[in-house]
């Protein structure tokens, strides 16, 4: 998440977020009125009246340092600075906006508003993307390019955060395979609550004009109710999808909110010196502190994010105490203003600094030295930006709001349909490669080839092309029916793609996840062949298991609910369909070593019950890198990028052997077409073998149609009378 950050110290004229007037704006109203908020021109309360928080600014800086630290050295660990980010946003506008509300009637200056806004935030938001673009163009290999020029687009429009949602990319610790722009989505997160804010503060105001009350306690009622909606939102989507719910603005919001009902209550005028200087140090400690309690991670937006928020809002409550022994004498220091000052651009440049640095050096983490040149350096950047680029930008009043805005509208356009013309075109060229790949050809064999010497590579191009391979996946991806993880409204509800042939007399459900759909491309050439109907019914992340998580040992990946919702939903869709057979996994290599989990035995016996039969599928071994991304970097040795099968898979296979399975369930292995008896190689056949590092491609796939034919014969004789 972006800081909102003020401007330097010596000159906060004119900021996004005030925590005092600016300049150019009106003068507030001299809260010697009444709270009555009945008409235009109103008196500001005195509860409302602009102050400067010096406090607030050192604590910005401190949560900033939290940030960095914890991106650099926390190994994927949350600092909460983040969430104090965004209190400390909902706190300075919701003063800003009620404040003008108030005094107009119910009015606000949206030009001005959303120039301030654009000055102060897009020239640096504009020159990171441009430079993180460049970058990525020379550092990172060119099948990262498409998913490089969608984030910088939805970065510049602040809608990143659905991107990675969407691409179904989670939070995660910095690595050289992460997003450089990551670290966008809470900017995203900022914006889309900056354009939210003055609707809810304007009807609030405009509700307690209509109730001829103050406008105070109406204010404080609506904020109050967005911030209840979105924290029982953000502790529902924390049970259902802890990934989404990170990246969620509706499970956000409830901490800018909350940081405007700090600014409502105005709770440092009314607490006595005493508690004042207790409640200051410990809101201190809570944000300091969050990142090494709590997995902010896996456990934020949701309850536990009160930690680092609650730590904000103690420290907002204890104010000023007029004493050196107090928190906010410490957080009004030099230090904590300096580093509140580059706030905004620090946080802006340390992330891509951080991914670009572990890219040039192949190192999984950064060491102590690493680390210290890489903070030294997002400094130094930061400091250059704030003084050559931010304060040059916002250094005279603001006159002409409006062009203001129109010239950042215009940047945004013309950056966003560069970026995009420019994606576009990489993504016909990639449509173009998965064209061809899919075209049978003895020029390359894939699967039968593989035990070949040199697993069967001439040392001709492979195919699919390296910038395609990513998304050389089944085409039932391209029909919008598989449901994706973070589809958690009416997760019970169950998609069923159209069948391959609804009038063929056998039919066949594949379900599972993405494990099981990536064989798909086979299986449709032996559906074609036999006159099988194929139909998916499936849920990305999710397999067909009864595991709830609560076993006492755990065997199995834990499924979100709303993926335990779906396989309960899936049951009963499954029976409306009455297969001959339902496809899955029959093991999994998640989260590490191959095995048939409880849950998996559970969904067998109750379909045994209700008279269907089941294949269960090897599963396919998760390699320890992209397998595309390291064939990039490594063009001319693919052996680099393959992998001993040991001990990716067992001597066996783990349902071997088992007398706890039920009688209806059979297993296809066709792991032998994909490793040799000593490696899992990234080529075979002159064929791409991995997508990314987990799933086969589409095309080494259909060369794999032969040897799952023989094997399903073997193992489901009645689908073929």
Do not use: K
């Not at 910005?60 to 050295?73: C, Q, Y």
């Not at 946080?347 to 030294?376: D, K, M, N, S």
């Not at 032996?526 to 998916?536: S, T």
């Not at 706890?660 to 292995?669: G, Q």
């Amino acid at each position: 998440m972006s800081p909102s950050r003020t401007g330097p110290r010596t000159d906060r004229r004119e900021e996004a977020a005030p925590s005092r007037p600016p300049r150019d704006a009106p003068p507030p109203g001299d809260g010697t009125g009444d709270d009555t908020g009945a008409g235009t021109g109103t008196a500001v309360p005195p509860s409302l009246t602009a102050r400067y928080r010096p406090e607030l600014h050192g604590l910005r800086g401190l949560a900033i340092a939290l940030v960095v630290l914890f991106h650099v050295f926390g190994d994927g660990r949350v600092s909460g600075g983040i969430d104090v980010f965004l209190a400390i946003s909902g706190f300075l506008f919701t003063g800003m906006l009620a404040r003008e509300a108030v005094r107009t009637g119910g009015r606000v200056d949206l030009g001005r508003y959303l120039g301030r806004i654009v000055r102060r935030l897009l020239p640096t938001a504009v020159l990171v993307l441009a430079a993180t673009w460049l970058a990525g163009r020379l550092l990172l290999p060119e099948t990262r390019w498409v998913q490089l020029g969608r984030e910088v687009r939805a970065s510049l429009t602040y809608v990143e955060n659905w991107e990675l949602i969407a691409s179904q990319l989670g939070y995660g610790a910095a690595g050289a395979s992460t997003s450089p722009l990551q670290h966008f989505w809470s900017m995203s997160v900022q914006g889309q609550f900056y354009l939210l804010w003055p609707v809810v503060v304007v009807l609030g105001v405009l509700l307690a004009r209509g109730l001829r009350v103050g406008p105070r306690p109406v204010l404080l009622g609506v904020v109050a109710g967005v911030c209840v909606g979105s924290f029982g939102y953000a502790a529902w989507l924390h049970q259902a999808d802890q990934q989404v719910a990170y990246l969620h603005t509706g499970a956000r919001l409830w901490e800018p909110a909350l940081g405007g009902l700090v600014a409502l209550l105005a709770l440092d005028a009314r607490l006595p010196r005493a508690l004042r200087l207790t409640l200051g140090w410990a809101g201190v400690g809570l944000v300091a502190s969050s990142g090494l309690v709590l997995d902010g991670g896996a456990l934020f937006p949701g309850p536990a994010a009160l930690w680092p928020v609650g730590g904000f809002a103690l420290v907002l409550a204890a104010g000023s105490t007029d004493s050196r022994w107090g928190a906010d004498h410490w957080l009004s220091g030099r230090l904590l203003g300096w580093v509140g000052d580059i706030a905004y651009p620090l946080f802006l440049w340390h992330w891509p600094v951080v991914v670009y640095t572990l890219v040039v050096t192949g190192q999984e983490r950064l060491g102590l030295a690493a680390g210290a040149l890489v903070i030294a350096a997002s400094v130094l950047l930061a400091h250059l930006t704030h003084a050559l680029v931010e304060r040059r930008v916002t250094a005279s009043p603001m006159r002409r709001p409006w062009l203001v805005i129109g010239v950042g509208a215009l940047v945004v356009a013309l950056g966003a349909g560069l970026v995009g013309g420019w994606t576009a075109a990489l993504v016909r060229e990639r449509e173009a490669a998965l064209a061809q790949a899919a075209q049978d050809s003895p020029d390359h064999p894939g699967a039968a080839a593989l035990d070949e010497p040199g697993f069967g590579n001439t040392g001709a191009t492979p195919v699919p092309a390296l910038a395609a391979a990513p998304q050389d996946n089944a085409d039932v991806y391209r029909q919008g029916c598989i449901q994706g993880h973070e589809d958690t409204q009416a997760a019970s509800e169950v998609l069923v793609c159209p069948g391959t042939d609804p009038g063929a007399e056998h039919t066949l459900v594949v379900t599972g996840g993405s494990h099981v759909v990536q064989f798909l491309p086979a299986l449709e050439v032996v559906a074609d062949e036999q006159g099988w109907n194929l139909v998916v019914a499936s849920r990305s992340g999710c397999h067909l298991t009864t595991n709830t998580g609560a076993y006492p040992q755990q065997t199995d990946a834990t499924p979100t609910d709303s993926c335990v919702a779906w396989n309960a939903g899936f049951l009963e869709t499954v029976e409306e369909l009455d297969p001959d057979a339902v496809v899955t996994l029959g093991s999994t290599t998640q989260p590490g070593s191959e095995q048939v989990s409880r849950g998996f035995v559970e969904v067998w016996r109750e379909l045994d019950r209700r008279g269907i039969d089941v294949v269960g599928l090897r599963d396919t071994a998760r390699m320890p890198q992209d397998v595309p991304d390291c064939l990039a970097e490594h063009p001319e040795e693919p052996r680099a990028c393959a992998m001993p099968r040991e001990p990716a898979y067992r001597d066996s296979a783990p349902y071997l052997g088992r007398d706890d399975l039920p009688a209806n369930v059979s297993f296809v292995d066709v792991v032998d077409q994909i490793c040799t008896d000593r490696t899992c190689p990234a080529v075979a056949g002159d064929v791409v073998v991995y997508s990314d590092h987990s799933h086969v491609t589409a095309t080494y796939m259909r060369t794999l149609a032969p040897a799952l034919d023989a094997r399903l014969r073997e193992a489901a004789p009645q689908l073929y009378r």
